[in-house]
């Protein structure tokens, strides 16, 4: 059968006119003879028991568009389809050697093909009024452009690098399985794209498709059991655009605040560092708001690292300021660290987390007692010794400013992992 459809449509050509031993006498007894008691609205058999076989499958001629905002697929297609009709048998003999001859959609038979999932009003015509093209053999030939609108369940959580998956849902309206059949060739299982050339979405392209018959089983006794074919189309975002305008942005956000945290937490520079990614993120956050269709209950993983950042980097403001307090802050009595701390602080650990050696400056003590009056030795002690404890307490603000920036670091690398 997929061999007799190419070579018809390779003549399809020949059919414009008549052919060469036939004139209009014999192509107007023809159609006298074919539409003479032919009754269009009843299925072409001779026996009401034998099943009307449609063989279809569908060319994408012109593309796909897709409005995600209202969740609505268009796919422009040329529908072959092809079924026999016994009432529409000649000899071509008797006819000019006329083998195939053209009829109006009107005069003939069609099937009622209908898009089950129509996204607009029921009463659209997916086809156009195309001619049906009949063969000596019975065969008719019926090749309209058509036009599919369905709604399509979007799902937008891995949006710039989202796929959509769309189904087109085609059947008979009013015949069961028993009077219709549709049928798809072996070799038409997918949307052709051979006359792709068009029109193509600017943002959308069709990564797979498939065409599939299917039969159901009625659920009770006031359905009919039908056939009908599931169009599948997944189409993925072109993402170079979005990639560059806000994945870079989030990049960006993602590498101030690490290096706020590499910062000095008393550098100047911080804070205003901060400050400055908070304004950034939040600005985006809206825009992704704005821009990403709602989701139901799944965040898009943009909106969520937008707004995970923006908390994170919240917490990063609060961080500074309490750091700072915790090392700078002037204590009524010395307050020494824990001694397992002191030995962090000069073990190789903390060389390892970039952090300058703990000073000690015990010669230092030793040295002030001794050029120190008896009066005021032991207030000098004092004041050394404070100043040590302080020290430490800065060291120790550091220490743990850099394991924040361990704990940023590895978040925001979730982050990406997760998000490309």
């Known amino acids: 059968m997929h061999t007799r459809m190419i070579h018809f449509l390779i003549s399809t050509v020949s059919l414009i006119r008549p052919s060469l031993g036939a004139d209009s006498t014999d192509i107007s007894r023809l159609r006298a003879t074919i539409l003479n008691n032919y009754d269009k609205n009843t299925r072409p058999t001779q026996n009401r028991h034998n099943v009307t076989t449609i063989e279809i499958y569908f060319l994408l001629s012109a593309?796909?568009?897709?409005?995600?905002?209202l969740g609505k697929l268009t796919l422009d297609l040329i529908t072959v389809a092809a079924w026999e009709d016994e009432h529409v048998k000649w000899d071509p003999e008797n006819y000019g050697d006329l083998t195939a001859i053209q009829f109006a959609s009107s005069e003939?038979?069609?099937p009622d093909i209908s898009v089950l999932n129509n996204y607009d009003e029921s009463e659209i015509d997916h086809f156009g009024n195309s001619l049906l093209m009949a063969s000596s053999d019975s065969w008719i030939w019926w090749i309209p452009p058509s036009k599919f609108v369905v709604g399509?369940?979007?799902?937008?959580?891995?949006?710039?690098?989202?796929k959509q998956q769309c189904h087109v849902w085609i059947s008979s309206w009013?015949?069961?399985?028993?009077?219709?059949?549709?049928i798809v060739p072996?070799?038409?299982?997918?949307?052709l794209d051979d006359w792709h050339a068009t029109r193509e979405s600017r943002e959308w392209t069709v990564i797979s498709s498939s065409v599939t018959p299917t039969r159901s089983s009625p659920t009770n006794d006031t359905y009919l059991s039908s056939a009908y074919v599931t169009i599948v189309v997944v189409i993925q975002r072109k993402s170079s655009s979005h990639t560059a305008a806000i994945t870079v942005v989030g990049l960006g956000i993602a590498a101030a605040i690490l290096v706020s945290f590499w910062l000095d937490p008393f550098a100047n520079e911080r804070l205003p560092t901060i400050l400055l990614a908070?304004?950034?993120?939040?600005i985006y956050l809206q825009y992704m708001h704005k821009i990403?269709?709602?989701n139901g209950n799944f965040v898009p993983l943009t909106i969520r690292f937008f707004s995970d950042s923006l908390v994170m980097l919240t917490f990063a403001l609060a961080w500074t300021v309490g750091i700072r307090y915790l090392a700078k802050t002037k204590r009524n009595s010395p307050v020494p660290l824990p001694e397992f701390l002191q030995s962090f602080l000069d073990s190789k650990g903390a060389t390892v987390l970039c952090l300058n050696p703990?000073?000690?400056?015990?010669?230092?003590i030793q040295r002030k007692n001794t050029e120190s009056s008896e009066e005021d030795g032991e207030v000098s002690e004092l004041v050394q010794e404070d100043n040590l404890i302080q020290e430490d307490w800065e060291w120790l603000a550091r220490l743990v400013d850099r394991i924040a920036f361990i704990f940023y670091l590895l978040t925001y690398i979730i982050f990406i992992i997760a998000f490309f």
Do not use: H, M
């Open 63 to 69: 593309g796909i568009q897709f409005d995600e905002q």
């Open 108 to 110: 003939l038979w069609k």
């Open 152 to 162: 399509c369940a979007t799902d937008y959580y891995l949006w710039p690098y989202d």
């Open 174 to 182: 009013a015949y069961d399985i028993d009077e219709v059949d549709l």
């Open 186 to 191: 072996e070799n038409n299982t997918y949307l």
């Open 278 to 282: 908070i304004l950034i993120n939040s």
């Open 292 to 294: 990403i269709p709602n």
């Open 358 to 364: 703990r000073p000690t400056t015990k010669g230092q």
